[in-house]
């Protein structure tokens, strides 16, 4: 959270494999403006801030002329970062959400907890390795890096689904619907949602 007490946050990592720019707005439009160098990651991208009504702008450069790996993986860890500074103490929010995803013949369930306790169950099946360039189990490592960031329990799992594209728009937009609304601000919730009183 920012000085002005908005729910926003910058998150800048430069390694000597990625060089990430990342501003996020947790109560936005849903506008993008996604630049990994990595066009599937992009597109997956978009539609969670599109879906999850944050404004994302996120400007990378990796080395992917090894694979897209670093890359994916190192973008999952700066939107986790961003999630967990735009929060801040996590006070007033909902802290829970969860979403059935359909896209044609698939559909994902989606749940998570903004707990302070980074957990992925992952049960999402896919037939296809690739989809264009994009290997397709750099999907698990992506959330695998967002969950442990943001401090967030995720459990993804596909219920019904055929098409790798299918499947993973499903995962991307259903994670933006879910964390859309464990984000979201809850008259009911004062300071954090735990009879412990802390997360």
Same mark, same amino acid.
């Given at each position: 959270?920012?000085?002005?007490?908005?729910?926003?946050?910058?998150? $800048?990592?430069?390694?000597? $494999?990625?060089?990430?720019?990342?501003?996020?707005?947790?109560?936005? $439009?849903?506008?993008?403006? /996604?630049?990994?160098?990595?066009? *599937? =990651?992009?597109?997956? &991208?978009? &539609? *969670?801030?599109?879906?999850?009504?944050?404004? #994302?702008?996120?400007? %990378?450069?990796?080395?992917?002329? @090894?694979?897209?790996?670093?890359? @994916?993986?190192?973008?999952?860890?700066? &939107?986790?970062? %961003? *999630?967990?500074?735009?929060?801040?103490?996590?006070?007033?929010?909902? !802290?829970?959400?969860?979403?059935?995803?359909?896209?044609?013949?698939?559909?994902?369930?989606?749940? %998570?907890?903004?707990?302070?306790?980074?957990?992925?169950?992952?049960?999402?099946?896919?037939?296809?390795?690739? /989809?264009?360039?994009?290997?397709?189990?750099?999907?698990?490592?992506?959330? !695998? %890096?967002?969950?442990?960031?943001?401090?967030?329990?995720?459990?993804?799992?596909? =219920?019904?689904? $055929?098409?790798?594209?299918?499947? &993973?728009?499903?995962? *991307?937009?259903? #994670?933006?619907?879910?964390?859309?609304?464990?984000?979201?601000?809850?008259?009911?919730?004062?300071?954090?949602?735990?009879?412990?009183?802390?997360?």
């Amino acid at each position: 959270m920012d000085q002005q007490g908005t729910r926003t946050s910058t998150i $800048e990592r430069k390694t000597g $494999e990625t060089d990430i720019h990342l501003i996020l707005d947790l109560d936005g $439009e849903g506008k993008a403006a /996604i630049d990994t160098g990595v066009p *599937f =990651l992009d597109h997956m &991208l978009t &539609l *969670f801030a599109v879906h999850g009504f944050f404004d #994302l702008a996120i400007s %990378a450069k990796g080395d992917i002329e @090894v694979d897209d790996h670093h890359t @994916v993986e190192d973008v999952g860890i700066c &939107l986790g970062q %961003a *999630f967990g500074r735009a929060l801040g103490g996590k006070g007033g929010i909902n !802290r829970y959400g969860s979403c059935h995803m359909p896209m044609d013949e698939t559909l994902v369930r989606v749940v %998570a907890d903004i707990s302070n306790r980074p957990f992925l169950q992952y049960n999402v099946s896919l037939t296809d390795q690739k /989809i264009g360039s994009f290997d397709t189990g750099l999907g698990k490592e992506f959330l !695998r %890096a967002f969950s442990l960031h943001a401090g967030v329990t995720l459990h993804v799992d596909m =219920l019904h689904g $055929e098409n790798g594209h299918h499947i &993973l728009e499903a995962v *991307f937009k259903g #994670l933006g619907r879910t964390m859309h609304e464990a984000c979201a601000l809850s008259e009911h919730v004062s300071g954090v949602l735990s009879s412990k009183g802390l997360l």
